[in-house]
Each structure stands twice: as structure tokens, then as C-alpha cells.
């Protein structure tokens, strides 16, 4: 039987992606052209200059794509898209092209939802299947728990009320003068600093629902860093010190958090395999500390490797299955920029 192929297109938020997929999962080529350099200075992504960049990349990050897996367009079994959630004008780019693709080769399109391909990139690296599980998404939009099913159904059974926590990370950056985005920066920061130097208030950690909220904590750091505006002490200027020190704790205490709720959420549901997906997952203390704890209770961890948990299109694999299970879209198919679940 000769091999299939499936090219995978992402481009919901501010990463023009594709990447080559195997029948078997194997990742052929797996192109992220990152747009930081262009929203670096707006301390977040700008959805009309998002957009204006996917349109102007989408094709050249295919053909990379193709050339890395050495493969023409003919020899493609699929064409998979990210549809939701993200933002509008940058979905609308990656489905065009899956569209225009899929008609012109006569190949199946199919429908893929980013959150869960941030899940399915833990099973990628796995040989046996780890569903059932508890899921943790956390990214830039989201800090979701998930009950993953075997059939690869994912019940949401948790959320922020507020910040996601990389938008924590990306927000407290800023506080603290530290590059966009965030994560990444106040990781290296925090290297230097004291994590225990700020107690800042572990929101919801001992609240018996699963749910999640970082505003407080954002704003903890504000007060923190700059003062408050209603306080008559005012913090001493901010040294390197003070800011590694700042870091540090705030990194701590989203850290424990997520850890804290992960665990609660596998006791609950009695499940013994954990899998955390999204760009915060990248972060070195949340994969050591989520080890720790994951090797004292005995649960099997199932964490992608840091270039795919951060948006990539690799993830998007999730679509064999759909494929499997007759899910073709057509093409009128749509984007779903908001959250529907
Ligand atoms: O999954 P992702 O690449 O895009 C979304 O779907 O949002 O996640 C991006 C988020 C950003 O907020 C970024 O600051 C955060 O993930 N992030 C990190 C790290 N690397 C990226 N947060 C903490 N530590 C990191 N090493
Ligand atoms: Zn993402």
C-alpha cells in the first residue's frame, strides 16, 4: 500500500504554519513562520497586521513544507485546516488556501479545532493510545481541562473566568518591561530571581470546581511592581533584581496553579493519564514540576516537545481520524472564530 500523505495548514492567531503528516504520524516537515518580530511592539498580536502577514506567507510556508517532506502536490491523500477558534481574518487565510488546494487536487478537506490539535500533540508521540485522560490546554487564549475520550471527544470540564494564563505571562511582561512575547522572557528572567520573594494569591487553588482565574494575580504584580495607586507606600524602582524577583514568583504561582488544578481534575475524574498541550507547556519549571507531581501520584504524563506545543500545524494530524470517520468537509465550510464549547 503506498504512503499517504496529509498537508496540514494553521494560521488562527499569529504563526503561518504547514507541515507534512504520515498516515502513521510520522512529521515530515513542520514550517512556523512566527510573526513576533511584527506585533513585538504592540505587546500583543494586531489582528489586521496577523492577517496581512498569513496572506503574504500562507504560500511560501506550504511549498517549504512540501519540499522539506519532498513531495509534489499530486502525492497528497488530504488537506487539513485549523477553523477554530482564532481570529477571524487570520483563519479566513489558512482556509482559503486548504479550500483552493483540496478543490484543485480533488482531495478531502477536513475541519480541524486548534485547541484539540494542542491535545492530540501529546498522542503524537506516543505509541500507545493515552486517551482516556485529563487535558490541559494552556496558550495565549486559553487555560482549559478537558476530559478527553478514547474516541477523541473532548469535554470541557474546566476554564479561566478571566486571562488565559499566557495572556498572564504576556501581560506581566509588560508590567515588568520584559520582550513580547511574554512566556519565554519572564521564563529567562525568572532564572535570576527568588520565587518566594512575592506571595501572590493562588487564585481558585482550594476552590472545589475546576476553574482557573489570573487577572488578580496580574494585577498583584501591577501593585507590586509600580504601586498602587491608593497606597500611600510606594514600592522601591525597579531594579534587574526586583524584576527577576517578580518574575520568579509570579512564574511560581501559575506553576502551582496549574499543577494544583491538574491534580484535583485527575483525582476527580480518576483518570491516570495526564497530556498538557499550548504554548504555556513549553515553560521548563511547569513540565519539571508537572513531572514531579505526576511521578509521586503515579499517573502516566503525556507532554508534546516544545516546538509543537506552541501553534504549529503538525498538531493538526487530529484530521486522519476525522478522515477515518468520514468528516470531510465541504467547501463551504467555514471559520468558527470564537469558542462554541
Ligand atoms: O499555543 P500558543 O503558541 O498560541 C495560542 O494558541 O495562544 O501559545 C502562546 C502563548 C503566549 O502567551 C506565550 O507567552 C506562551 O504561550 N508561552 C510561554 C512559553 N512559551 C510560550 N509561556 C510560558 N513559558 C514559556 N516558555
Ligand atoms: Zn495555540
Known amino acids: ?35 513576533t518580530d511584527l506585533h513585538e511592539k504592540f505587546g500583543g498580536v494586531v489582528p489586521e497586521i496577523a492577517s496581512r502577514a498569513h496572506l503574504e506567507r500562507i504560500l511560501p510556508v506550504i511549498d517549504d513544507a512540501l519540499q522539506k517532506a519532498n513531495l509534489s502536490l499530486d502525492q497528497l491523500t488530504a488537506i487539513a ?29 477536513v475541519a480541524v479545532n486548534h485547541i484539540e490539535g494542542h491535545l492530540f500533540a501529546c498522542q503524537m508521540q506516543e505509541t ?118 517578580l518574575a520568579a514568583s509570579f512564574q511560581e504561582t501559575v506553576v502551582d496553579v496549574l499543577v494544583g488544578k491538574c491534580q484535583q481534575a485527575l483525582m476527580q475524574f480518576r483518570h491516570s493519564t495526564l497530556c498538557v498541550g499550548g504554548g504555556v507547556a513549553a515553560n521548563t519549571l511547569l513540565r519539571e514540576r508537572l513531572t514531579e507531581m505526576t511521578n509521586k501520584a503515579g499517573i502516566h504524563l503525556s507532554m508534546a516537545p ?15 481520524h476525522h478522515l477515518d470517520q468520514g468528516r470531510i468537509a465541504s467547501l463551504d465550510l467555514d471559520v468558527t472564530p470564537g469558542l462554541v464549547r
Open 1 to 35: 500500500q503506498p504512503e499517504e500523505y496529509l498537508l496540514a495548514i494553521e494560521s488562527s492567531c499569529d504563526e503561518t504554519a504547514a507541515a507534512v503528516i504520515t498516515r502513521d504520524m510520522k512529521i515530515l516537515s513542520n514550517i512556523v513562520s512566527s510573526q
Open 81 to 109: 485546516v485549523a477553523t477554530e477558534p482564532g481570529l477571524v481574518g487570520s483563519l479566513l487565510i489558512g482556509l482559503t488556501a486548504a479550500k483552493t488546494l483540496a478543490m484543485v487536487l480533488d482531495i478531502p478537506l
Open 128 to 245: 500507545n493510545p493515552i486517551f482516556p485522560a485529563i487535558g490541559l490546554v494552556v496558550s495565549g487564549g486559553h487555560t482549559n481541562l478537558y476530559h478527553c475520550l478514547p474516541t477523541f471527544e473532548f469535554e470541557l470540564i474546566g476554564a479561566t473566568i478571566d486571562d488565559a494564563a499566557g495572556e498572564a505571562f504576556d501581560k506581566v511582561a509588560k508590567i515588568l518591561g520584559l520582550p513580547y512575547p511574554g512566556g519565554p522572557s519572564i521564563e529567562q528572567t525568572a532564572v535570576k530571581g527568588n520565587p518566594q520573594a512575592f506571595p501572590f494569591p493562588r487564585t481558585f487553588l482550594k476552590d472545589p470546581e475546576l476553574r482557573f482565574s489570573f487577572s488578580g494575580l496580574k494585577t498583584a504584580v501591577l501593585y507590586a511592581a509600580l504601586g498602587n495607586p491608593g497606597a500611600k507606600k510606594q514600592p522601591p524602582p525597579l531594579t534587574a533584581e526586583r524584576i527577576a524577583d
Open 306 to 320: 516544545p516546538d509543537l506545543c506552541t501553534d504549529n500545524a503538525a498538531m493538526a494530524a487530529i484530521a486522519w
